[in-house]
């Protein structure tokens, strides 16, 4: 099993729509949890931290499910600027830091 | 708002050569790391860095890479002797505290051997 996997996608849905992505990590032990945005051949941008809460920032609500190892990323009232590819990332203790796994990500192409 | 920088942002070298890629990070920031991401794959973890030292570092990261912080403000990645499949972009990123905050990236060098 990967140590954190994602639906690669594409998920293509219009303007407007509510879109949701899920991600599994495999190592119970994992302790942070992050939701990157990657546009095309650009770095990495922090979109979200995921707490065991759920958290909400606007349109994006993050949700963790320790019992279940997934975290899930929703995007309501999705815009044309939502299009991009968005990484899942999971930090785990390590020797003396974090292992930081970064899912492959997940593609969204949001249409007019 | 507060950048990590890069540079080069494009670095074409010959394999075989020796290159250095150069970030700065977010001053007040104690964490460092490098990535790398080949055209079309998913990120990949380097190595971290920190008080003076590597922290962690990935099976990606052997003997041909070495990373050095020369002057409190300059966080480099060498790369000893360049194969073709180091081409890849290459990411830099600090954090203030390790593991529950976020990681700011730079822009990243693409790096093309050839």
């Known amino acids: 099993r990967k140590e954190v996997e994602q639906d690669p996608g594409p998920f293509n849905v219009p303007e407007g729509a509510t879109v949701a992505f899920n991600c599994t990590y495999s190592?119970?032990?994992?302790?942070?949890f992050f939701w990157y945005r990657q546009d095309c051949r650009k770095e990495p941008k922090l979109l979200m931290s995921?707490?065991?809460s759920g958290n909400e920032d606007g349109r994006f609500t993050a949700q963790l499910n320790r019992a279940s190892q997934y975290i899930s990323l929703l995007i309501r009232d999705s815009k044309l600027s939502d299009s991009a590819t968005y990484l899942c990332?999971?930090?785990?203790?390590?020797?003396?830091?974090?292992?930081?796994?970064f899912g492959s990500g997940t593609r969204l192409s949001i249409r007019p | 708002e507060p950048e990590v920088t890069q540079t080069p942002s494009h670095q074409v070298t010959q394999m075989g050569q020796e290159v250095i890629l150069r970030c700065v990070p977010i001053?007040?920031?104690?964490?460092f790391y490098w990535y790398r991401q080949i055209l079309g794959q998913k990120v990949e973890f380097l190595v971290s860095?920190?008080?003076?030292?590597?922290?962690?570092k990935s099976e990606i990261f052997d003997d041909q890479f070495s990373v050095e912080r020369p002057d409190g403000s300059n966080f480099t990645l060498k790369i000893r002797s360049t194969k073709l499949e180091d081409s890849a972009m290459y990411f830099c990123?600090?954090?203030?505290?390790?593991?529950?905050?976020?990681?700011?990236f730079g822009s990243g060098t693409r790096l093309t051997v050839v």
């Open positions: 995921v707490y065991s």
């Open positions: 001053s007040n920031h104690l964490y």
């Open positions: 860095f920190y008080n003076n030292e590597i922290s962690e």
């Open positions: 190592n119970s032990a994992s302790q942070s």
């Open positions: 990332v999971v930090t785990t203790p390590s020797s003396s830091a974090s292992k930081i796994i």
């Open positions: 990123a600090s954090s203030e505290r390790d593991r529950t905050y976020g990681y700011t």
